[in-house]
């Protein structure tokens, strides 16, 4: 059993950066793919990043590609999340979430959620 807690959102401007953090209270996340999801009020959970179980392999969709970075630490169980240039649109409750598997995404099937954060870019 893994257990995910977030921290780090926020109220930003836009433009401005906000780092995310996932840390697994309980368990190990070391052989899981990790994840980062995001859903705005009204909308569908969407996939935003992904790593893979030994970090050396990442996805990112494209409304965030080359704005944020995944990373994660085995050692500190943990998994990152650095946001820069945030968008009004990049509001969202951000959660993070683990899956038995070698890829860096998934797009169904993960094992552990978070129970999310707040992310909120003002215009």
């Known amino acids: 059993q893994v257990q995910l807690v977030e921290s780090g959102g926020g109220l930003v401007q836009a433009g401005g950066s906000l780092s995310l953090s996932c840390a697994a209270s309980?368990?190990?996340?070391?052989?899981?793919?990790m994840a980062w999801f995001r859903q705005a009020p009204g909308k569908e959970r969407n996939i935003v990043a992904g790593?893979?179980?030994?970090?050396?392999?990442?996805y990112y969709s494209d409304s965030v590609k080359g704005r944020f970075a995944i990373s994660r630490d085995n050692a500190k169980n943990t998994v990152y999340l650095l946001m820069n240039s945030l968008k009004p649109e990049d509001t969202a409750v951000y959660f993070c979430?683990?899956?038995?598997?070698?890829?860096?995404?998934?797009?169904?099937?993960?094992?552990?959620w978070g129970q999310g954060t707040q992310v909120t870019v003002s215009s």
């Open positions: 979430a683990a899956r038995r598997g070698f890829g860096p995404y998934y797009s169904t099937g993960y094992d552990y």
């Open positions: 309980s368990g190990t996340i070391n052989n899981y793919a």
């Open positions: 790593i893979n179980w030994s970090a050396s392999d990442t």
